[in-house]
């Protein structure tokens, strides 16, 4: 089982950054496609952005693309998601997810790990 711990959270006016982190143990991180997602209460679990095992490939969700960042170093064992522009429609609970299989993916059910989550909230 891998460990993943999310951090960089917290309350930001719109227009602003920040920088997400989500550090894994446990596990070969190198050998895990990584995901973020987001909750908003009362909504589903809303794909954010995901990245295959060596950084080569990236994916969006379009309310995110142009505006968020995905990236991972693997020697730290840790996943990042740069947010810029932020707006109030970004505030939610961002977990990061991690999958075995061969590919990245957007769907929420197909990534066997998870991290507790940490708060953006986006002020505007």
């Known amino acids: 089982q891998v460990y993943l711990v999310e951090s960089g959270g917290g309350l930001v006016q719109a227009g602003a950054s920040l920088r997400l982190s989500c550090e894994a143990s446990g596990g070969a991180f190198s050998t895990l496609n990584m995901a973020w997602f987001r909750r908003n209460p009362g909504n589903e679990r809303e794909f954010v952005a995901a990245?295959?095992?060596?950084?080569?490939?990236?994916y969006y969700g379009d309310s995110v693309r142009g505006r968020f960042t995905i990236s991972r170093d693997n020697p730290k064992n840790t996943l990042y998601l740069q947010m810029n522009s932020l707006k109030p429609e970004d505030t939610a609970v961002y977990y990061c997810a991690a999958r075995r299989s061969a590919n990245a993916a957007v769907t929420p059910d197909l990534y066997t790990d998870w991290g507790q989550g940490t708060q953006v909230t986006v002020s505007s």
């Open positions: 990245i295959t095992r060596n950084g080569g490939n990236s």
